[in-house]
């Protein structure tokens, strides 16, 4: 596969965990995950993840898998690239594995001492990336294999932060986050 067709699949197939996050973002609110609960002092996630910046997240990526298997015929044909269509498992563990990264990455800054908000270089852009794709890699190992191969993974680990850094940048011009990271 040469390199346009290796980013193209990256990019397609981890459409449905890279959206969730930002999705979060905008449905956010509501009751914090933690319930407010402190560990050694710190709080346990914070404020910023919420049950229903989960469950939309999730839900927004479950969605954009539906669409994408719709889509899928025409892009392959229009690209001149096999494009994967995700089965149900892989419908479900990518956007959950990504949202599930986030929350353990919250996890990992409060016990390192970072408020809500701080950057956590590397762990912020490739967080919800490593649990979607070992979430994924569980639920739907055949079509895993066949999709995420050593040159798609490579792919998705050189583009994810850039892609982060760009959306983040963007988000923060917009005014819809406080900071630009």
Do not use: C
């Not at 596969?1 to 965990?17: H, K, R, S």
């Not at 956007?95 to 590397?122: H, Q, V």
């Amino acid at each position: 596969m040469d390199l346009a067709a290796t980013v193209a699949v990256a990019f397609w197939a981890m459409l449905p965990a890279y959206v969730p996050n930002n999705v979060a973002v905008l449905a956010g609110g509501g009751r914090p995950i933690d319930g407010g609960r402190t560990w050694n002092g710190r709080r346990v996630l914070g404020d910023g993840k919420t049950w229903r910046g989960t469950f939309v997240g999730t839900l927004a990526g479950v969605a954009l898998t539906a669409a994408l298997n719709t889509l899928e015929p025409a892009a392959s044909e229009a690209l001149g690239v096999p494009l994967p269509a995700f089965p149900l498992a892989a419908t479900v563990a990518l956007p959950a594995g990504a949202m599930l990264g986030d929350i353990l990455a919250s996890f990992l800054k409060r016990r390192t001492g970072r408020e809500r908000g701080a950057a956590f270089p590397l762990v912020d852009q490739l967080d919800f990336v490593v649990v979607a794709l070992v979430l994924t890699a569980l639920a739907a190992p055949a079509w895993f294999g066949d999709t995420f191969t050593l040159e798609v993974v490579v792919a998705v680990l050189v583009l994810t932060p850039v892609l982060h850094v760009g959306t983040n940048v963007g988000a923060y011009q917009l005014g819809l986050k406080d900071e630009p990271w």
